[in-house]
């Protein structure tokens, strides 16, 4: 049966587009069809209705977390434009983003291949990925494949999955997540400085990249990812120069607080549609 759940500060295309997912197919204007946690859900958004098509009340529960409809964003808004009020119109440009609760492995794995591509190839590798290794789970959509599946793949095999020099980063990942090198559960334990330590530890994850996993796939909705486009937008409208990442990263921290990565998709979507 089809669910309809009403939303408020909530905007299906923003939040989709705004970098933070890739496995996603849009229909038309709020209509897509998403894959996430072995899932593929067809949504549509009309107005305050955000309509989930085939699914249970279980589901339903499942894609509310997933969409994080129960948090409170007109809070986090007036906190952020309160300690910042220059932010006031570049959340209002994006004011239907919410952060998805993603899977841990998947975001790890998305967001090494993100590294030095465009969202439309980014879109690209991990779709071949899924369909060459993952469960298909209707016409047309696979599951992300699972890390069990991906620790038996090649570096050539990633590469042919168009990974390019990513390849070996990605067979470095899943050989330290199978082993439990890695662990999602152990680093839920840890301090975010902690967390950074230890995902650096696999081969080409940088600062970047783990703080988008640290925000997308383990909750900590504190951590400010900084690519090319936050250091542009914070340095056109905070340093009025080049600035270094560590000093762009420390501002953040001492002006967002505990809602950094609020603010970043914020300032991300922002600076992509400027």
Request: net charge negative; charged share 30%.
């Amino acid at each position: 049966m089809n669910s309809i759940v009403k939303v408020k500060d909530f905007n299906l295309e923003q939040t989709l587009e705004c970098g933070q997912c890739f496995r996603f197919k849009k229909y038309s204007d709020n209509h897509y069809i998403v894959n996430a946690k072995d899932k593929a859900l067809e949504v549509k958004q009309e107005d305050d209705n955000l309509i989930f098509y085939n699914i249970s009340k279980e589901e339903e529960k499942n894609w509310i977390e997933y969409f994080d409809l129960d948090r409170d964003y007109s809070e986090i808004k007036d906190y952020i434009i309160s300690r910042e009020p220059k932010m006031k119109e570049i959340i209002e440009a994006g004011s239907g983003i919410r952060i998805l609760n993603q899977d841990f492995f998947e975001t790890l794995i998305s967001f090494i291949i993100s590294q030095n591509k465009q969202i439309p190839q980014i879109k690209q590798v991990i779709n071949n990925l899924a369909i060459k290794y993952g469960e298909e789970l209707s016409d047309d959509n696979y599951a992300f494949p699972t890390m069990e599946r991906l620790s038996q793949v090649t570096e050539e095999e990633f590469r042919e999955s168009k990974a390019g020099f990513r390849a070996k980063y990605l067979v470095d990942a899943c050989e330290k997540v199978k082993s439990g090198l890695i662990n999602e559960k152990d680093l839920l334990t840890l301090s975010n400085e902690e967390i950074l330590n230890e995902l650096c530890t696999i081969k080409g994850v940088g600062v970047k990249v783990s703080n988008c996993v640290m925000l997308f796939g383990l909750g900590r909705k504190e951590a400010f990812p900084i690519d090319v486009w936050i250091k542009r937008i914070m340095e056109e409208i905070y340093f009025k120069k080049e600035t270094k990442l560590d000093i762009i990263q420390k501002f953040a921290e001492e002006k967002f607080g505990s809602y950094g990565g609020f603010a970043q998709q914020y300032l991300f979507y922002y600076s992509r549609i400027k």
